[in-house]
């Protein structure tokens, strides 16, 4: 069974720096995208930065310049660290990752179960 475990999120005052990991465990035959998304109260889910097989990346208009994703494949992990961070960027963050699991020949989208950033004095 093919789990994502997150973690990293916790408070944090404004202008600081945080780093989120989320690693892949189970019986995995390949990854394609990698991404990051946010939730924040009362709001839809966004799509915080992606980063596909190759290491192309993009970034909501929100994070740019603050935000940086990584991926480790060996690891089958995804970073994202997050610098200057402003109140708004609090939210419930959560990875997702396309990956195709031994048993089956397609590839699916999983999810972990969210992580707890927020940014506050």
């Known amino acids: 069974q093919v789990q994502l475990v997150e973690s990293g999120g916790g408070l944090v005052q404004p202008g600081g720096s945080l780093r989120l990991s989320c690693a892949a465990s189970g019986s995995i035959s390949s990854i394609d995208v990698m991404c990051w998304y946010r939730q924040a109260p009362g709001k839809e889910r966004e799509l915080v930065a992606r980063i596909t097989s190759v290491g192309s990346t993009n970034y909501g208009d929100s994070v740019k310049g603050r935000f940086t994703i990584s991926r480790d494949t060996a690891k089958i992990a995804v970073y994202l660290q997050m610098n200057s961070l402003k109140p708004e960027d609090t939210a419930v963050y959560y990875c997702?990752?396309?990956?195709?699991?031994?048993?089956?020949?397609?590839?699916?989208?999983?999810w972990g179960q969210g992580t707890q950033v927020t940014v506050s004095s």
């Open positions: 997702n990752v396309s990956l195709r699991p031994r048993s089956s020949g397609y590839y699916s989208d999983y």
